[in-house]
């Protein structure tokens, strides 16, 4: 399966169950094992299931296949591994606590994360430009990092900042 498709697939299949902040990186540079390493949040034992099963169900209809999922039984760290792609699920704690981002994180991958449309889907979306590399080019301004950024605030975000 095309990296862009199963990207795509897991992406939709998070933003169904309304995960928070999620993040794709590119990590093909760092090992031979997958390229892309997906982290997202769930508010509870409960939503990071949802979004697991959501993904896991996503990738099937996009044609991929799932390895494995581990952590399901307690539900506050979901390992999916997709083959070519895994995803972190986190509660807001952990994910701070063991800063995936800080491991995978150096090549973010550009992701449209769109509202949910009438249709109640919301989809992620291919590069801006068809011939532009997927990844984020780094000039060490910083300006690749703020860019993959989401432009909305989660609610989360916004409690903590209003503390």
């Known amino acids: 399966m095309d990296i862009r498709k199963l990207q795509r697939a897991i992406v939709d299949g998070l933003e169904d169950v309304k ?10 540079h760092l090992t031979e094992l997958f390229d ?12 990071t299931k949802a979004l697991a099963s959501s993904v896991r169900e996503k990738v ?14 307690i539900g506050e760290w979901v390992l ?4 070519d792609a895994i995803v972190h699920i986190l509660q807001p704690a952990l994910r701070q606590y063991y800063n995936l981002e800080e491991i995978w994180g150096d090549k973010p991958v550009r992701v449209k994360l769109t509202n949910t449309s009438a249709f109640g889907g919301a989809r ?4 801006l430009d068809a011939d532009e590399d997927e990844e ?19 609610a989360a975000k916004r409690r903590t900042q209003n503390s």
């Open 80 to 83: 999916v591994d997709c083959g």
């Open 136 to 154: 984020e080019q780094d000039d060490g301004s910083g300006a690749a990092a703020r860019a993959s950024k989401p432009a909305r605030k989660t």
């Open 36 to 47: 892309r390493v997906i982290v997202a949040s769930g508010t509870s034992n409960r939503q």
């Open 60 to 73: 099937k209809e996009a044609g991929g296949e799932i390895i494995s999922t581990e952590g399901e039984d």
């Open 124 to 127: 992620a979306s291919e590069p």
């Open 19 to 28: 995960a928070q902040d999620i993040r794709v990186f590119n990590t093909s």
